[in-house]
Every structure is written in structure tokens, then in C-alpha cells.
């Protein structure tokens, strides 16, 4: 009943940028988290960045200080800039979010990936 479509994607040059975008939809009344997970072959998701509705946010250690995590409220959308892209961030990048249906009751939701891949 919530539909997460990511965007943005790509193949960039090490050191390169790229900005994802998340767009939730569907029967929303309200979402807690918003986040980006990612999963590089023969590995596990793991997480990437998250943020609160009240705009709290973290970050593994991976990508702190690189990434940024950023959501707009009133679209239920999320953000992630990355900058300086290593070759160890190509992965497929997975938005989630949570929170609660105009039902009252609760979700939980994943996009379904967008892949980041550096060019050599």
C-alpha cells in the first residue's frame, strides 16, 4: 500500500557525484524514517544513511562525511547526495521507510533499488 520509486542512479567516474531520489506514495498518514541501504554483489544490505521526521539522521562510517542524507516532508521524499564516490560504494541502493497508513496501521516499505556503479 506504499509505494517507494528511486531515481537517479548512473555510472559515474571515481570521485564523481550522484544524487538519489526516493519518492513515497500511497495510503500515508505519516512516516517515521526514511533510508538508504545498499547491497554490493556477494554481500549483505547493509545501511547507508537514515533520517527521522524530526530530522535526526546517521550514517555508517563508510560514507559519514562524504554522504548526505536529506528528506522533504511535505513530498514524503528522500534525498542522498554522494560525492566523492569511491569504488567501493557500487552496490544497488535500496530506499526504505516506515511509518504509519491513514488506517492507523503500521508500515514498512523498499523501494526497488537503483544501481550505482563506478566507471574505471
Known amino acids: 500500500q506504499v509505494q517507494l520509486v528511486e531515481s537517479g542512479g548512473g555510472l559515474v567516474q571515481p570521485g564523481g557525484s550522484l544524487r538519489l531520489s526516493c519518492a513515497a506514495s500511497g495510503s500515508i498518514f505519516s512516516i517515521n524514517t526514511m533510508g538508504w541501504y545498499r547491497q554490493a554483489p556477494g554481500e549483505q544490505r547493509e545501511l547507508v544513511a537514515r533520517?527521522?521526521?524530526?530530522?535526526?539522521?546517521n550514517y555508517a562510517s563508510s560514507v559519514s562525511g562524504r554522504f548526505t542524507i536529506s528528506r522533504d516532508n511535505a513530498k514524503n521524499t528522500v534525498y542522498l547526495q554522494m560525492n566523492s564516490l569511491k569504488p567501493e560504494d557500487t552496490a544497488v541502493y535500496y530506499c526504505?521507510?516506515?511509518?504509519?497508513?491513514?488506517?492507523?496501521?503500521?508500515?514498512?516499505?523498499w523501494g526497488q533499488g537503483t544501481q550505482v556503479t563506478m566507471s574505471s
Open positions: 526504505y521507510a516506515d511509518g504509519r497508513l491513514v488506517t492507523m496501521r503500521a508500515f514498512s516499505s
Open positions: 533520517i527521522t521526521s524530526g530530522g535526526w539522521k
